[in-house]
């Protein structure tokens, strides 16, 4: 059973705010929002994660709602090498990570 | 920091032959390392979870004799192809697992490159 619900695709125009939504309704307590993206043909790369708060650090930030039902990973000022395959994976800390289909995001120069 | 190295990147090699994969975690110790598959156009599968000093566990439809997991070290793991067959062209890639404590809130697990098996 898929945790999470991520759109298939996005554009974003390069140097703007990209915004990437992930819904997990059925989160529980103690599990963790993970993100992580692949660039084609790469190992994929750890960006960030959170529990409750939000989070941010030198490539993104972390906004997760109040009800923990949703998040939106957001990268500032996407450039093109953005471009890549993002993760949004609902795990307990401990746990390994089972990864879905993601968000094919385009950066469009 | 939490860098994850693989070798070889890419490897070429005829059907009924091993391949070695070496999966390092280069700068933290790693109790537990995972081995992963990549179809073209897929996403990842989970094929094993690796502990330190004790034996792998395969998820469900993975041979074990086929796929043989090793994690002498807190910094080496290896998975061998045995028998290798077209069907195992694939992209293996293998992430470790920082310590307990050693991320601030949680664990978090690191990726090596990936590795790319063709088999003629």
């Known amino acids: 059973d898929a945790k999470t619900t991520q759109p298939t695709s996005m554009d974003c125009a390069e140097g703007r705010a990209a915004n990437l939504p992930c819904n997990h309704s059925?989160?529980?307590?103690?599990?963790?929002v993970y993100w992580y993206r692949q660039i084609h043909s790469q190992g994929p790369q750890y960006i960030i994660h959170g529990l409750k708060n939000n989070e941010t650090n030198e490539m993104a930030s972390l906004i997760i709602t109040e009800d923990r039902k949703s998040s939106t990973l957001i990268l500032p000022h996407a450039t093109l090498r953005d471009t890549a395959v993002y993760y949004c994976i609902v795990q307990f800390g401990n746990e390994k990570l089972t990864f879905g289909t993601g968000t094919r995001l385009t950066i469009i120069p | 920091g939490a860098v994850v190295s693989q070798h070889p990147s890419r490897v070429i090699c005829k059907s009924g032959t091993s391949v070695k994969i070496e999966c390092r975690s280069l700068d933290f110790q790693a109790t537990t390392m995972f081995w992963y598959r990549q179809f073209p156009k897929k996403s990842l599968m989970l094929m094993a979870t690796s502990n330190e000093g004790s034996k792998a566990t395969y998820e469900q439809g993975v041979e074990k004799d086929k796929f043989l997991i090793n994690h002498a070290s807190l910094t080496l793991s290896t998975l061998t192809v045995t028998s290798a067959h077209p069907e195992d062209s694939s992209f293996y890639i293998c992430?470790?697992?920082?310590?307990?404590?050693?991320?601030?809130?949680?664990?978090?697990?690191?990726f090596g490159p990936g590795t790319r098996l063709t088999v003629l």
């Open positions: 992430s470790a697992r920082t310590l307990p404590g050693t991320s601030g809130s949680t664990d978090t697990q690191y």
């Open positions: 059925t989160i529980s307590g103690n599990e963790y």
